[in-house]
């Protein structure tokens, strides 16, 4: 089945789905973006995500393109014709297009609204999540409004390109003072001896991620005590487990750092089990 993609008010077939070059996100990642997890032909934390894109779009002064009540039909109708049940849906929105300039296009233009949705193999992803995955850490080297789900991913890219290279899936972020700030695109955790879980507090530093918003009511519910404070590599690698979170990649068990195994170098108990009760404390939206 070919794959539609969702353009401007047009669905149309991938292949042909395009923007100008003239668009400011082309031009200068002058967009913002969403991905949810589509779960057994349900999207889930639609307005948890969809809270968070009207933050974003806010933050840097770009309009709503669309109601979410319109957002939401785009949304599932993208799903729809895409046939997914397991997968996720992607939404990009940018300032529009307008011939290159610094400034922002006067008077205003349309943003321009990019859906696409693609299915997973949701047996491999829990494949994965038993045996965990390896990371890397890299210095944090992005500007300092992570908190803005923006387009420019620059960094984020070079730093899963690293982790690649180094045998790894994914990367962790240090700041200056060596404390783990998150993912390339995934938020970083840990669960220390004494049976905490440690996850930096989203205020700086982070994206605030939904996986992780839904999680901390979810290691409620189990009884788990969080601490939100930031912590290093060091503790990191002498933690009793670790795990990233992220629409995409749910909880995932992190079984090595920089080399060095976590735990017995193998998943531990604590992130299976937020992996299982997640979505039970999720949003669940038919499609
Ligand atoms: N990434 N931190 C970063 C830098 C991210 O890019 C993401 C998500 C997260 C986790 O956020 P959430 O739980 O809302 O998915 C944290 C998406 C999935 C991506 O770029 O593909």
Known sequence: MSRIAYVNGRFLPHVNAAVSIDDR??????????????????????TLHLDR????????????PMSRAALLVVMRQTIKRN???????????????????????NPEVPPTVVMTAKPHDRAKAEAQA???????????NRWERVDIKSVGLLPNCLAKQAAKEAGAKEAWFVDAQGFVTEGSSTNAWI?????????????TGILRGITRTVLLKVADKLGLRVVERAFTVD????????FITAATTLVMPVVSIDGSPVGDGHPGETAPALRRAFHDSAEHLPV
């Open 25 to 46: 996100g082309f031009l200068f990642a002058d967009a913002v973006y969403e991905v949810c997890e589509v779960r057994d032909g349900e999207v889930i934390d639609s």
């Open 53 to 64: 894109l009207e933050r974003s779009l806010r933050e840097l002064r770009i309009r709503m």
């Open 83 to 105: 046939r997914v049940r397991n997968g996720g849906i992607y939404i990009q929105i940018s300032r529009g297009q307008s011939p290159r300039d610094h400034l922002f296009p």
């Open 130 to 140: 038993a045996k965990g995955i390896a990371v890397i850490t890299v210095p944090d």
């Open 191 to 203: 669960v220390t001896a004494a049976r905490e879980l440690v996850t930096r507090p989203a205020e």
């Open 235 to 242: 503790e990191a690698k002498a933690a009793t487990e670790a």
